[in-house]
Every structure is written in structure tokens, then in C-alpha cells.
């Protein structure tokens, strides 16, 4: 579960954030730098989807919509370096303080090996599963080309094949 209290998280691994109901960081916990590449006072002020890259992400309404739910969602985040970085984000209303404003409490956590890792094992083992059942080198070739699209995640396959000589043809 998400900290309520920043000052619970001062060591923590993941990045938490305090946002007020506009999605703009107002705390970021010190963990910011090493996992992000930023300052955790350079955040403040800062709106939480700048550095959030994934598809169908576009405003904080979005992400609210995405992370508030009990599992969270995983999208890109691009790095102060511009790397980009698979994250698990999970939102959470803050809780009501005497004099504090209605506001959102985030936890952004690296998911990135994970991700990766998830997807190399889809990948395999869908394309076992197409080899398996190919009735022809034609079908096989369509199928092992949509293997890392459709069970893989990945945006793009190539096939290339050498005519012989050790020139693509």
C-alpha cells in the first residue's frame, strides 16, 4: 500500500510522490535521483505525466483512470537521459490532513526487468507453440513474424533472409 506520511518513505526503493488534484509533484521522495536521474526538489512543481511515455497516457486523468485501480498499470517513463524505463504506477487518494488540500499520493515502482523478462518468456514460448503447429514454411514464417507483435508486446518484427552469399537479399 501506498504511504499516507513522506517522511515513511525516506528510504524506500520506489518513488513516491505527493500530487496535488492537478497531477503537479509536490513531494517526491529522495529515491527520485537514483531512480530517476532527477533531484527529488527539482520535481516539485513539476506535472506527474511529463515524464510518463507510454501509449494512452496523455493526461493525469488518464493515469488516474489506469494506476488508481488495485492493481496499478505499467507504462514507460523516460529517465532524465532519456531512457526509457518500464514502471509500475498505482495512485491513491491522500489521506484528509487538518489543513492539507484533497490531493493524490503516487508510487512509481521499476518494473523494467520484469517487463522484459515476461516478454522474452511469452515470446518463446508462443513461438515453440507456432513451430509446433506449422503445417507449412510459408505459415511458419507469418506466424513467427506475429509472435513478438501479438504475444510478445513488441511494436515491430523483421524478417530477413540471405540469398546464399552472406548479403541480405
Not at 510518463?52 to 532524465?80: M, W
Request: a negative charge.
Amino acid at each position: 500500500e501506498v504511504a499516507a506520511d513522506p517522511d515513511e518513505v525516506i528510504d524506500a526503493s520506489d518513488v513516491v510522490f505527493d500530487l496535488d488534484v492537478n497531477g503537479l509533484i509536490e513531494w517526491a521522495s529522495p529515491s527520485a535521483e537514483t531512480i530517476l536521474g532527477v533531484k527529488s526538489p527539482d520535481l516539485n512543481g513539476r506535472e506527474f505525466v511529463s515524464f510518463i511515455a507510454g501509449q494512452g497516457v496523455g493526461t493525469f486523468a488518464d493515469i488516474l483512470e489506469q494506476a488508481a485501480t488495485e492493481s496499478g498499470c505499467e507504462c514507460l517513463a523516460r529517465l532524465h537521459g532519456g531512457e526509457l524505463r518500464w514502471m509500475h504506477i498505482r495512485v491513491r487518494r491522500r489521506p484528509l490532513w487538518p489543513g492539507r488540500p484533497i490531493g493524490f499520493v503516487a508510487r512509481l515502482t521499476d518494473h523494467h526487468r520484469d517487463v522484459l523478462n515476461r516478454r522474452a518468456r511469452d515470446t518463446l514460448s508462443a513461438a515453440n507453440a507456432a513451430l509446433v503447429r506449422a503445417t507449412s514454411e510459408a505459415g511458419l514464417l507469418r506466424d513467427m513474424c506475429d509472435v513478438p507483435v501479438f504475444a510478445g508486446g513488441y511494436p515491430l518484427a523483421v524478417y530477413g533472409k540471405g540469398n546464399g552469399d552472406g548479403k541480405p537479399e
